[in-house]
């Protein structure tokens, strides 16, 4: 889709899993506002549900100017080629200027297919987001090669200009209740839910049970915990600081932990606000899926080891020695028997 009318606002896409609004729709809409009012311009929140445990209106208080509703019994799966043809006639209704979407799964699906249908151009796992001051563009900036560089990337001639964001890149402002934004009922045709997938059921993944993108605090693992037994000590560690447990491909690559753990290029990428390295070496597949987290720790007995390069604490040993005593002082400081 070529450049055409003046701009038309944002159009966010939310998502809903499990009757569950995911924070990441709230995070994008505020980001969305803060950009849009750099341009004077409206910002639209899409959901796609059967059912949702939160008001519509929710919304409107993050920044919101109008949330569009799709609701239908028929959208209680998840069904790339639907949720693909609803957005991407929406987007033909509206005319936005800019799609955002969180890169969760359901987005990095949903998006490119969409991107192919409009004829315009998508970039993916954006870490910032900012207007041109001059040309009033969105600027994508994302990592590239490995990692290794910032890439910011522009679309001057195609439109809308698209982009994913990964989850927990901004941080959510407080709701203001004081805000107002109306809510759109919007219907499909039954064309519209016609598609080559037939989705079975859903059922949840064991080890999924804690989506380690959503914890701020992360305990991960990698090829020096040698073992599978040995990751128990990171669970108990992530136990005491209510977090989730990593891993890099090495250790997923050995079985000692399932591929739900995975942190890196090829795993999930995840900016919590402490980011435990354990037996991490810091390969630049790995760095990219753990970078942007707040605070890094970094554990390993190789004082050359390139996860030091972006650690903000170093500590060089056994891990099977600082480990155990990091258990032992964080239970002596919080008064927890082992």
């Known amino acids: 889709m070529r450049r055409g009318s003046p701009s038309k606002g ?8 499990s009757g569950c609004l995911h924070s990441a729709t709230l995070e994008l809409t505020s980001k969305a506002r ?6 004077g311009i409206e910002v639209s929140t899409l959901l796609m549900y059967s059912e949702i445990d939160t008001e519509p209106e929710t919304l409107v208080h993050y920044g919101a100017d109008r949330v569009l509703c799709v609701r239908d019994d028929r959208l209680s799966l998840f069904d790339q080629e639907v949720h693909s043809k609803i957005l991407c006639r929406i987007i033909e209704e509206i005319d936005p200027e800019m799609v955002l979407a969180p890169a969760t799964t359901s987005g990095r699906t949903i998006m490119p297919a969409v991107a192919a249908m409009l004829g315009t151009g998508l970039t993916a796992d954006c870490t910032e987001l900012e207007i041109d001051p001059d040309t009033g563009l969105l600027l994508q900036t994302r990592p590239a090669i490995g990692g290794n560089i910032m890439a910011t990337i522009k679309t001057p001639e195609r439109r809308p200009q698209m982009a994913t964001v990964r989850p927990r890149t901004f941080a959510i402002p407080a709701p203001n209740p004081d ?3 109306r809510v759109t009922a919007m219907t499909f045709t039954d064309q519209c839910f016609e598609s080559r997938i037939k989705p079975l059921g859903h059922e949840r993944f064991q080890e999924d049970d804690v989506n380690i993108q959503d914890r701020d605090i992360i305990v991960s693992g990698g090829k020096g915990m040698k073992k599978e037994d040995k990751f128990s000590l990171l669970r108990e560690l992530a136990g005491l600081l209510d977090g989730g447990v990593g891993a890099s491909r090495a250790a997923v690559d050995n079985k000692w932990i399932g591929y739900s753990h995975q942190v890196g290029l090829s795993g999930k990428v995840v900016a919590p606000k402490v980011y435990f390295a354990v037996g991490i070496s810091g390969s630049v597949q790995h760095l990219a899926g753990m970078q942007t987290a707040e605070l890094v720790v970094a554990i390993n007995k190789d004082p050359e080891a390139p996860i030091f390069r972006v650690a903000d604490i170093g500590l060089c040993g056994d891990l099977f020695d600082i480990v155990p005593r990091v258990i032992e002082g964080i239970r002596a400081r919080e008064g927890v028997s082992g």
Not at 10 to 17: D, K, M, N, P
């Open 10 to 17: 944002f159009l966010v896409l939310g998502e809903i899993r």
């Open 34 to 39: 803060l950009l849009a009012d750099n341009l």
């Open 179 to 181: 805000r107002r934004g």
